[in-house]
T-cell receptor, first 114, second 112 residues
């Protein structure tokens, strides 16, 4: 399967715990994007990364959220000390270039905070 | 003013009809435009991209872009029940390359 892969598909965390979401881009893609979709809301951009670089993190909450895309391995979106408002679907997308090119989405991680 | 606006619908059309979905955007320097389809509980699926004024056709889908009016649309010909989904309009601005701005989506139902 050469598509964007995300894991886990479902994640349950208690308030105060940490959540780690992983994304492996489509083969040949070096640009990764994270989006969040809250219930009954649209998709919101969070962060844009290339290997070892954060290109645009203007959509990330200032606290508790971080993202990385290391030289080796998947991109990681990390949420520390989760709160119930973090419950959402988190989607990763990838593209072969950031300049106007098409983004393909993974299946998403559904995070539930109890 | 929202970056990207769509009629929320729901839009309901009979099988075989043409479904017309509309989207407006606020930033005049936007340069890339995309339509995604999202089934309930699933991830967005790219169905069309358009970068220049005019029409772009792909099978039963036609995207139309008018930059002067800041308007992009999607026509679905010969609509099928399997087309029933939420259609998301997404725009990429020239000043923030890579970042997609999404509309809230239009829910389409095609009834047999």
């Amino acid at each position: 399967n050469a598509g964007v892969m995300q894991n886990p598909r479902h994640l349950v965390r208690r308030r105060g715990q940490e959540a780690r979401l992983r994304c492996s881009p489509m083969k040949g893609h070096s640009h990764v994007y994270w989006y969040r979709q809250l219930p009954e809301e649209g998709l919101k951009f969070m962060v844009y990364l290339q290997k070892e670089n954060i290109i645009d993190e203007s959509g990330m909450p200032k606290e508790r959220f971080s993202a990385e895309f290391p030289k080796e391995g998947p991109s990681i979106l990390r949420i520390q000390q989760v709160v119930r408002g973090d419950s959402a679907a988190y989607f990763c997308a990838s593209s072969d270039t950031g300049q106007g090119y098409e983004q393909y989405f993974g299946p998403g991680t559904r995070l539930t905070v109890t | 003013q929202k970056e990207v606006e769509q009629n929320s619908g729901p839009l309901s059309v009979p099988e075989g009809a043409i479904a017309s979905l509309n989207c407006t955007y606020s930033d005049r320097v936007s340069q890339s435009f995309f339509w995604y389809r999202q089934y309930s509980g699933k991830s967005p699926e790219l169905i069309m991209s358009i970068y220049s004024n005019g029409d772009k056709e792909d099978g039963r889908f036609t995207a139309q872009l008018n930059k002067a009016s800041q308007y992009v649309s999607l026509l679905i010909r010969d609509s099928q029940p399997s087309d029933s989904a939420t259609y998301l309009c997404a725009v990429m601005r020239g000043s923030t390359l890579g970042r997609l701005y999404f509309g809230r989506g239009t829910q389409l139902t095609v009834w047999p």
